[in-house]
């Protein structure tokens, strides 16, 4: 339960994934093939909920981009509106950039993931 209190506002995906794969390759490192199975299943579905995390990013990653372009434009049009068209352009741009650098980590996490099932299923069969 005091687990749950710390979580609170959410886990930290990269502290996650690094647990994870710490787990993985200690599994690698010397376990009998039924903890491999396990350990299999255990990464498929960790995965999963890292592919569908990184298709949530991506889809608001588009979204933040359109804003951050739309003010931009919105600047470049109509001059009157630029002090608060210029603030607004910079907060999405920072946004952007931040939500870059995070969908840019989940991207090679989950390709690292995959040459990870990859071994585990080397090591099985």
Not at 28 to 41: M, N
Not at 74 to 93: G, N, R
Request: some cysteine.
């Amino acid at each position: 339960m005091s687990d749950m209190k710390k979580d609170k506002y959410g886990i930290n995906v990269r502290k996650w994934c690094r647990d994870h794969e710490e787990t993985v390759k200690n599994a690698l490192a010397g376990t009998g093939r039924d903890d491999l199975q396990k350990i299999l299943a255990l990464h498929e579905k960790r995965l999963s909920w890292l592919m569908h995390e990184r298709l949530i990013h991506v889809v608001v990653l588009l979204i933040t981009v359109i804003t951050a372009l739309s003010a931009l434009g919105i600047v470049l049009m109509v001059p009157d509106s630029a002090p608060f068209s210029l603030v607004f352009f910079t907060v999405t741009f920072v946004l952007m950039v931040f939500y870059v650098r995070h969908y840019f980590f989940l991207e090679n996490t989950v390709q690292h993931w995959y040459m990870l099932y990859d071994l585990i299923r080397e090591r099985i069969g």
